[in-house]
Protein backbone atom coordinates (compact mmCIF):
# COMPACT_ATOMS: atom_id res chain seq x y z
CA UNK A 1 0.00 0.00 0.00
CA UNK A 2 2.71 2.61 0.95
CA UNK A 3 4.55 1.61 -2.61
CA UNK A 4 1.17 2.68 -3.96
CA UNK A 5 0.52 5.72 -2.50
CA UNK A 6 4.29 6.65 -3.23
CA UNK A 7 3.98 5.76 -7.02
CA UNK A 8 0.92 7.96 -7.08
CA UNK A 9 2.36 10.95 -5.45
CA UNK A 10 5.17 10.41 -7.98
CA UNK A 11 2.88 10.17 -11.15
CA UNK A 12 1.29 13.55 -9.68
CA UNK A 13 4.07 15.29 -9.73
CA UNK A 14 5.83 14.03 -12.94
CA UNK A 15 1.98 15.53 -14.48
CA UNK A 16 1.82 18.40 -12.64
CA UNK A 17 5.99 19.23 -14.33
CA UNK A 18 4.81 18.54 -17.32
CA UNK A 19 2.29 20.84 -17.63
CA UNK A 20 4.45 23.79 -17.00
CA UNK A 21 5.22 27.04 -19.76
CA UNK A 22 8.51 28.02 -19.61
CA UNK A 23 8.55 31.97 -19.98
CA UNK A 24 12.41 32.01 -18.98
CA UNK A 25 14.91 30.42 -20.13
CA UNK A 26 18.70 30.56 -21.01
CA UNK A 27 20.24 28.86 -24.17
CA UNK A 28 21.65 26.51 -21.79
CA UNK A 29 18.05 25.61 -20.46
CA UNK A 30 16.55 25.32 -23.38
CA UNK A 31 19.55 23.13 -24.55
CA UNK A 32 19.29 20.78 -21.56
CA UNK A 33 15.31 20.60 -22.00
CA UNK A 34 15.30 19.75 -25.58
CA UNK A 35 18.17 17.15 -25.63
CA UNK A 36 16.21 13.80 -26.83
CA UNK A 37 16.95 11.30 -23.83
CA UNK A 38 19.55 8.22 -25.14
CA UNK A 39 17.97 5.30 -26.11
CA UNK A 40 17.26 2.54 -23.14
CA UNK A 41 19.36 -0.23 -23.44
CA UNK A 42 17.50 -3.65 -23.30
CA UNK A 43 18.86 -7.27 -22.96
CA UNK A 44 16.12 -8.55 -25.50
CA UNK A 45 15.95 -7.35 -29.10
CA UNK A 46 12.49 -8.03 -29.29
CA UNK A 47 11.16 -4.86 -26.95
CA UNK A 48 10.34 -2.07 -28.95
CA UNK A 49 10.80 0.90 -26.32
CA UNK A 50 9.71 4.20 -27.46
CA UNK A 51 11.33 7.14 -26.03
CA UNK A 52 8.86 9.94 -24.90
CA UNK A 53 8.90 12.57 -27.88
CA UNK A 54 10.90 15.77 -26.20
CA UNK A 55 8.54 18.69 -25.68
CA UNK A 56 8.96 22.32 -24.13
CA UNK A 57 6.06 24.21 -24.04
CA UNK A 58 7.28 28.34 -24.42
CA UNK A 59 5.35 31.07 -23.34
CA UNK A 60 5.58 33.44 -26.24
CA UNK A 61 3.52 36.76 -26.39
CA UNK A 62 1.45 37.74 -29.40
CA UNK A 63 -0.42 40.57 -29.77
CA UNK A 64 -4.17 40.78 -28.83
CA UNK A 65 -5.83 38.43 -31.72
CA UNK A 66 -2.47 38.67 -33.79
CA UNK A 67 0.75 36.47 -35.25
CA UNK A 68 2.51 39.66 -34.24
CA UNK A 69 5.19 38.90 -32.02
CA UNK A 70 5.69 40.89 -28.73
CA UNK A 71 9.14 42.00 -27.85
CA UNK A 72 8.80 40.66 -24.87
CA UNK A 73 9.27 37.67 -26.18
CA UNK A 74 11.96 37.70 -27.86
CA UNK A 75 14.42 36.94 -25.58
CA UNK A 76 13.33 33.81 -24.86
CA UNK A 77 12.84 33.20 -28.87
CA UNK A 78 16.66 34.56 -29.41
CA UNK A 79 17.86 31.51 -26.93
CA UNK A 80 15.61 28.97 -28.74
CA UNK A 81 17.54 29.76 -31.69
CA UNK A 82 21.11 29.66 -29.92
CA UNK A 83 20.12 26.46 -28.84
CA UNK A 84 18.48 24.85 -32.16
CA UNK A 85 22.02 26.20 -33.23
CA UNK A 86 24.29 24.68 -30.80
CA UNK A 87 26.70 21.33 -31.45
CA UNK A 88 24.26 19.64 -29.22
CA UNK A 89 21.02 20.12 -31.17
CA UNK A 90 22.07 21.33 -34.66
CA UNK A 91 21.61 17.96 -36.10
CA UNK A 92 17.75 17.93 -34.78
CA UNK A 93 14.33 19.18 -36.87
CA UNK A 94 11.36 20.56 -34.57
CA UNK A 95 8.06 20.94 -35.24
CA UNK A 96 6.67 24.52 -33.98
CA UNK A 97 3.12 23.62 -32.90
CA UNK A 98 0.88 27.10 -32.04
CA UNK A 99 -1.81 26.28 -29.52
CA UNK A 100 -4.69 28.69 -28.20
CA UNK A 101 -6.94 28.62 -25.23
CA UNK A 102 -10.97 27.65 -25.97
CA UNK A 103 -12.42 30.98 -26.56
CA UNK A 104 -14.04 31.20 -29.48
CA UNK A 105 -15.04 29.31 -32.43
CA UNK A 106 -12.76 26.47 -33.76
CA UNK A 107 -11.78 27.19 -36.95
CA UNK A 108 -10.99 30.50 -36.19
CA UNK A 109 -8.28 29.24 -33.83
CA UNK A 110 -7.13 27.04 -35.67
CA UNK A 111 -5.86 29.35 -38.41
CA UNK A 112 -4.48 31.59 -35.41
CA UNK A 113 -2.32 28.81 -33.81
CA UNK A 114 -1.60 28.23 -37.48
CA UNK A 115 -0.30 31.79 -38.30
CA UNK A 116 1.38 31.91 -34.80
CA UNK A 117 3.54 29.08 -35.04
CA UNK A 118 4.56 30.28 -38.35
CA UNK A 119 5.55 33.71 -37.30
CA UNK A 120 7.84 32.04 -34.84
CA UNK A 121 9.19 29.73 -37.63
CA UNK A 122 10.31 33.13 -38.98
CA UNK A 123 11.27 34.81 -36.51
CA UNK A 124 13.80 31.62 -35.66
CA UNK A 125 14.82 31.42 -39.37
CA UNK A 126 15.74 35.37 -38.98
CA UNK A 127 17.82 34.08 -36.07
CA UNK A 128 19.77 31.49 -38.55
CA UNK A 129 17.98 28.44 -38.34
CA UNK A 130 18.05 26.31 -40.87
CA UNK A 131 14.33 26.69 -42.42
CA UNK A 132 14.57 22.50 -43.72
CA UNK A 133 14.96 21.83 -39.73
CA UNK A 134 11.74 23.47 -38.97
CA UNK A 135 7.81 22.89 -39.74
CA UNK A 136 5.36 24.83 -38.38
CA UNK A 137 1.71 23.47 -37.28
CA UNK A 138 -1.61 25.11 -35.65
CA UNK A 139 -3.55 22.78 -33.27
CA UNK A 140 -6.12 25.71 -31.88
CA UNK A 141 -7.11 24.13 -28.89
CA UNK A 142 -7.18 20.53 -29.73
CA UNK A 143 -4.25 19.94 -26.99
CA UNK A 144 -4.79 22.24 -24.22
CA UNK A 145 -2.06 22.25 -21.31
CA UNK A 146 -4.61 22.59 -19.01
CA UNK A 147 -7.64 20.67 -20.29
CA UNK A 148 -9.09 21.81 -16.78
CA UNK A 149 -9.31 25.23 -17.77
CA UNK A 150 -9.69 26.13 -21.14
CA UNK A 151 -9.88 29.37 -21.05
CA UNK A 152 -6.39 29.74 -19.49
CA UNK A 153 -3.66 31.78 -20.69
CA UNK A 154 -1.34 28.75 -19.79
CA UNK A 155 -3.36 27.33 -23.06
CA UNK A 156 -1.81 29.97 -25.31
CA UNK A 157 1.47 29.10 -26.04
CA UNK A 158 4.17 27.40 -28.62
CA UNK A 159 5.27 23.94 -28.12
CA UNK A 160 8.92 23.01 -29.48
CA UNK A 161 9.00 19.29 -30.66
CA UNK A 162 11.96 17.42 -31.54
CA UNK A 163 10.95 15.11 -35.06
CA UNK A 164 13.72 13.62 -35.53
Not at 81 to 89: G, I, K, T, V
Not at 105 to 130: D, F, G, M, P, T
Amino acid sequence: MRYLIITLALCFVCLSASAQLVKEASKEDLIEKLTPPEAPKTRSLGRNIAPKAVTVDLSINFDFDSANLQTSSKPLLDNLASAMNSERLSSLKFRIEGHTDAKGKAEYNQELSARRALAVQNYLINQNVSQDRLQAEGKGFSELLLPDKPLASENRRVRITITQ
